[in-house]
């Protein structure tokens, strides 16, 4: 069942979004090679709990982090480590937060350095994916409509639209009604209305969409091993338009000055 949410719920969760994207700024700041994604991770547990927050992904499934960082081929779910991130990844950066019972959560994938032309085009096309999404989260639109114009953006670069990962409704709960597939069939799907709060987060790979899961039954990567990126936003349906809730404002600002 999907939970429509009132003026003042929006509100709330924008203020959760905005903790989660000012969060991602603060580890703007701090990514670089030779950083690992412990340090990453303490910091943004400590940036969280001083906002008056709750991290919202430790504890949450068994999650044993605040931040998931996912290198290259990890496509989402990659767990910190103490390795050092190195000149020429690509690190997806998936944070969440929970504020007055309502949760933000969105992601960022990070260039580290110099990195390849393939990995510069991925980011690229996976970023406009994010926003050509957005842009059908609107009243007389379906939800399948969101996940055909991410589906026909990433495939007209040659790209897999990843199937076993979707985004979801988002509210008191991290996963609500209704699931958001970044593929689908124009038309189709649940009507869009006015009140409906979703995270919206292309998973796109260089090759095969195809996905599998570690060892360490959290982190999912390729099948064939190519790099992966992830971008995420919290958007809600007002007066029959989608609004951003979180903001890559404060990742860009923290880039610039490097």
Known sequence: MIIYKTADEIAIMREAAQIVSRTLGKVAEMIRPGITGLE?????????????????????????STLLISINEQ??????????????DIVSVDCGALYKEYYGDHAYTFAIGEVSDEKKQLLKVTEECLYLGIAQAKVG???????????????????????????????????????????????????????????????????????????????????????????????????GEPVILSTFDFIHEALSKK
Not at 75 to 88: A, N, R, S, Y
Not at 223 to 235: N, R, T
């Open 40 to 64: 990453l991770d303490r910091m943004a547990e400590e940036y969280i709990i001083s906002q008056n927050a709750i991290p919202g992904f430790k504890g949450l499934y068994g999650c044993p």
């Open 75 to 88: 496509v989402v779910h990659g767990l910190p480590t103490d390795i050092k991130i190195q000149e020429g």
């Open 141 to 239: 639109n379906r939800i399948d409509d969101i996940g055909w114009a991410i589906q026909t953006h990433a495939e007209k670069h040659g790209y897999g639209v990843v199937r076993d990962l979707v985004g979801h409704g988002l509210g008191k709960k991290m996963h609500e009604d209704p699931q958001v597939p970044n593929y689908g069939r124009r038309g189709h799907g649940k009507k869009i209305q006015n009140g409906l709060t979703i995270a919206i987060e292309p998973m796109i790979n260089v090759g095969t969409e195809k996905v599998e899961v570690l060892e360490d039954e959290w982190t999912i990567v390729t099948a064939d091993g190519k790099p992966s990126a992830h971008f995420e936003h919290d958007i809600a349906v007002v007066d």
